[in-house]
Nanobody
Framework: QLQLVESGGGLVQPGGSLRLSCTAS????????IAWFRQAPGKEREGVSC????????YYADSVKGRFTISRDHAKNTVFLQMNSLEPEDTAVYYC?????????????????WGEGTLVTVSS
């Protein structure tokens, strides 16, 4: 059973930065596709970014392209989401999710495993 744990959320002013982490214990994330989703109050869940576990390819939603960067540290068994130039519209609970079976960079509701989420609040 893969258990994903997100961390790094918090309160940040507009224009600031945060780095979210997604890690797993007792399960290697090598070859696993990892995606980041977010859900703002009253809104549907949105796929933000993903990284392939097979070829390292990445994807970004238009709303975050150029501001967010997804990366993987194999030694730490962690996938990061570096978020820069944050805007109030980025306020949401951020979740990481895993595609274990294909390992692809994929964003869809039927991801194999989900974390509990970490709250990001962008406000002055």
């Amino acid at each position: 059973q893969l258990q994903l744990v997100e961390s790094g959320g918090g309160l940040v002013q507009p224009g600031g930065s945060l780095r979210l982490s997604c890690t797993a214990s007792k399960f290697t994330l090598d070859y696993v596709g990892i995606a980041w989703f977010r859900q703002a109050p009253g809104k549907e869940r949105e796929g933000v970014s993903c990284i392939s576990g097979t070829d390292g390819s990445t994807y970004y939603a238009d709303s975050v392209k150029g501001r967010f960067t997804i990366s993987r540290d194999h030694a730490k068994n962690t996938v990061f989401l570096q978020m820069n130039s944050l805007e109030p519209e980025d306020t949401a609970v951020y979740y990481c999710a895993a595609d274990v079976h294909s390992g692809n960079c994929a964003i869809y509701s039927g991801m194999d495993y989900w974390g509990e989420g970490t709250l990001v609040t962008v406000s002055s």
